[in-house]
């Protein structure tokens, strides 16, 4: 079957900055407690003129231009989010602003797993002959969906979004070595945005424009001790697909949620801070959007050599977390 490789990347970051000296003029909270709790600095934040669709279509643009793969060239187009501005979905009106006309496009919701989800999705359909070129975009505007009253959650997210090109090469040239996907229902309540399910008549006339979703709502320890638990199992499960171990790891690439987790787990798998990539002091938790963004960012740095072997893991609400193993 067809190999896969990641021809392209970009991101887009929204205008808007929130530090947290700025959050501590809003709730109860100090730079301090924010810096080494979770190792946040600021977060970008979408303006009123962004949305999930400009987001999406510059890193896409950008993500294109990369790979030298013109739109109408795409098959498929996956956009992960959690935060669609349409709940229909929103990769229909990405696929439209970039002009992508003989691709299909829809959404994938896995929240901050979305964009290792999205890229496992998107090899599915590479190894089987029915797609050679697929854009993949991860992007969040979470700060839409975050009670900023409360100081356990609004100092964590950010919004932003990131793409990558994903074509079908020889076989003897496959990048993705290896990938685990795990979902957990039991734990659903840890980490929710929910829908807040009144009980409607069905003759009763349906209130417009009135907030039906709860804001975002945290186990935040919870949430912190599955990640710290199972995204290195989840990473070693990858790695062992890929016939691989922890120390011919040259990257790890985790969902960026608080720095605190991403060096506990590169402590379970014994990889030194330097190999750790983590852009999180300047975004926050950006959710699908994160692991693209900062690939993105790594890439542009020069970091990443040609042959790398990178640990990607993405994990969030759901629960869901995955892995995937890439070779650069
Ligand atoms: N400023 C100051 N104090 C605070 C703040 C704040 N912003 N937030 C909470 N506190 C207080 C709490 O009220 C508590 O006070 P108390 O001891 O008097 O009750 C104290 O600080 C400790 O609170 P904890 O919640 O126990 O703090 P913890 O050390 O667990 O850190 C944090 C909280 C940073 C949220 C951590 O639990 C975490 O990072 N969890 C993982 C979250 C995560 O990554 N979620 C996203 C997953 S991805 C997705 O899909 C969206």
Not at 68 to 89: H, K, R, W
Not at 149 to 171: H, K, M, Q
Request: with cysteine; aromatic share 6%; hydrophobic share 45%.
């Amino acid at each position: 079957s067809a190999g896969i490789g990641i021809t392209g990347s970009g991101s887009a970051a929204p205008a808007g900055r929130l530090t947290n000296q700025d959050l501590a003029r809003m709730v109860e909270t100090s730079d301090d407690w924010i810096t080494t709790r979770t190792g946040i600095q600021q977060r970008c934040l979408a303006t009123p003129k962004e949305s999930l669709l400009t987001l999406g279509t510059e890193a896409s643009q950008k993500a294109l231009a990369m790979a030298q793969v013109q739109p109408q060239e795409l098959d498929l187009v996956i956009l992960a989010t959690s935060t669609p501005d349409d709940l229909f979905g929103s990769a229909v009106s990405i696929q439209r602003a970039i002009g992508a006309t003989q691709a299909v496009a829809f959404d994938l919701t896995a929240a901050c797993s979305g964009f290792v989800f999205g890229l496992v999705n998107a090899a599915q359909f590479i190894r089987t002959g029915a797609y050679r070129k697929v854009l993949l975009i991860g992007a969040d505007i979470l700060s839409r969906w975050v009670d900023w009253s409360d100081r356990s959650t609004c100092i964590l997210f950010g919004d932003g979004a990131g793409a990558v090109v994903i074509e079908a090469t020889a076989p003897d040239r496959d990048r993705l070595l290896g990938f685990e996907l795990c979902s957990d229902g039991s734990l659903n309540h840890t980490l929710t945005l929910n829908h807040q399910g009144e009980e409607k008549n069905l003759t009763e006339e349906v209130t417009v424009g009135q907030g039906k979703y709860q804001p975002i709502t945290m186990k935040g320890k919870e949430v912190y001790r599955f990640a710290v638990e199972k995204v290195p199992e989840v990473i070693l499960k990858a790695l062992f697909h890929a016939e691989l171990t922890a120390e011919q790891v040259d990257w790890l690439l985790l969902h960026q949620a608080n720095q605190r987790i991403m060096d506990a787990v590169a402590q379970r798998l014994n990889l030194p801070p330097e190999r750790v990539i983590s852009n999180l002091a300047s975004y926050g938790n950006t959710s699908a959007a994160s692991i693209p963004l900062a690939l993105d960012e790594a890439q542009h740095a020069g970091k990443l050599k040609s042959g790398d072997i990178i640990a990607m893991s993405g994990f969030g609400a759901g629960l869901t977390w995955g892995s995937a193993i890439v070779q650069w």
